[in-house]
């Protein structure tokens, strides 16, 4: 058994004993099903203190994963125009200065276990300290604004990266399409990308890699919010001047497209 399989071993028992629910659950006897299971109850773990023993194997054991995956290098993606680039794969493997989360209002993270949404993956491979950060800040804007406060639509909130590539994740609630496009949402939408590149600029980071924001369950048509993301980050980049790298990054054949063809007129 390699290292990484006791690694493995360990936490699953160990996550199991942290967990009320599910201490008695089966563990399979597959490497992929072990995968699984620990994902499963990262994935469903509440914010809470963990020994420092257990954050000391879990890190050592994303950082394995990680590589596995295969870190991206910013010099190994190919700037298309004016500090843009499209990069197409899993964002959790791109060394950036910033990647950015498609968060909900809560902003801690995807509770479903094994869910494929870009929240679920990021906190899955940043580790649990992700999700305790954003609840300690929660728990600080709670005090300002109110036991009922809910991050609101387009504004940021910066968090370390912890075992990511990347070293800060901007998580950001997009807007959500109910009934048809309007205005409003296409301006909130906009919001999002600029208020995040201020971020980036107040925080001196250099590069960022955006997800397709609000796209997916949020419902926002794909087209026009590629048109949207990259007009409006063409126009901040142009009235800043601010020296950073853009990246949009996707996952389906559809996006890649779209952005292709919006980025490349």
């Given amino acids: 058994m390699s290292i990484q399989e006791e690694r493995l071993d360990l936490l699953v028992e160990e996550f199991k004993k942290d967990s009320n629910e599910y201490s008695n659950v089966k563990t399979p006897r597959d ?42 290098e910013l010099n190994n993606i190919p700037v298309i125009r004016d500090g843009i680039s499209i990069w197409q794969g899993d964002i959790t493997r791109l060394k950036v ?20 949404c870009i ?34 639509t387009a504004v940021p909130m910066l968090t ?49 890699a955006f997800c397709c924001i609000s796209t997916g369950v949020f419902r926002f048509p794909n087209e026009r919010a590629a048109e949207i993301a990259v007009d409006t980050v063409t126009r901040w980049l142009s009235d800043t001047n601010y020296d950073i790298r853009v990246i949009f990054n996707v996952f389906k054949d559809e996006d890649l497209d779209i952005y292709r063809r919006i980025v490349r007129n």
């Fill in 31 to 72: 490497i992929e099903g072990k995968r699984r299971l620990l994902r499963s109850l990262m994935n469903v773990r509440m914010p809470r203190g963990i020994s420092d023993e257990v954050i000391r194997l879990q890190d050592e054991y994303l950082t394995e994963r990680i590589k596995e995956n295969g870190i991206v």
């Fill in 97 to 116: 200065d910033a990647i950015v989360n498609a968060a909900n209002s809560q902003m801690l993270g995807c509770f479903v276990p094994m869910h494929s």
């Fill in 119 to 152: 929240d679920n993956c990021i906190h899955t491979f940043a580790g649990v300290q992700l999700r305790a950060e954003c609840n300690r800040k929660m728990n600080q804007l709670r005090e300002r604004f109110g036991a009922d406060y809910e991050q609101p």
């Fill in 160 to 208: 370390d990266a912890y075992n990511l590539p990347a070293k800060k994740v901007i998580h950001i609630v997009g807007p959500i399409v109910s009934y048809e496009l309007t205005p409003n949402l296409e301006q909130d939408l906009a919001d999002c990308y600029i208020n995040t590149l201020n971020m980036c600029k107040d925080n001196n980071l250099r590069s960022v």
